[in-house]
């Protein structure tokens, strides 16, 4: 027959196991969430990335996205831009398109430049109005350069979209 003492060692012996076990399933359980949250925020990107590929329209075939993070300027420091230079084909027609994110506090915008002319903006800051892309006809094969920024130097998070429409 065993003593009291015996069973009190015993019971401590469970109780431990029991939170031994407990802290193992606390652990797996915060790494499940952990992993289904990253995933989640994977795809969330590339929804993203689709949607604002849809809004180019039917006629527009997706080439390629530039997802912008930058940070608000800073004092009297000129508004910082995200610079891309592309190779872009003659006698073809492009359509660039930008889509905000929801939580962003800055309104994206891009610019198509060629050497220091200006070919095409979504956002005039004389009139302040914005739109959600443009067309380009390209006429002659060379590097064109896409500014991507926020309307009035703030921080931002933005996609930027260039899709194929048709040959010329």
């Given amino acids: 027959m065993k003593s009291v003492k015996e069973f009190k060692v015993i019971a401590r012996f469970q109780h431990n196991q029991k939170n031994i076990l407990m802290k193992k399933i606390s652990l797996l359980l915060f790494i499940a969430v952990f992993s289904f949250t990253y995933s989640v925020k994977a795809q969330t990107e590339a929804q993203k990335v689709e949607i604002c590929s849809g809004i180019a329209g039917p006629d527009a075939t997706y080439q390629k996205d530039l997802q912008v993070s930058l940070d608000a300027a800073q004092g009297n420091e000129k ?81 930027a979209i260039l899709s194929f429409v048709k040959k010329l």
């Fill in 79 to 159: 508004p910082p831009q995200a610079k891309y230079s592309m190779i872009l084909q003659k006698d073809t027609k492009y359509r660039l398109t930008i889509c905000t994110a929801d939580d962003s506090p800055g309104r994206g915008y891009l610019q198509l430049v060629d050497g220091d002319k200006m070919l095409g903006a979504t956002y005039d800051p004389k009139t302040g109005r914005e739109f959600k892309g443009f067309d380009f006809d390209c006429q002659k094969t060379a590097v064109y350069h896409i500014f991507i920024g926020f309307v009035d130097g703030k921080a931002g998070n933005c996609i």
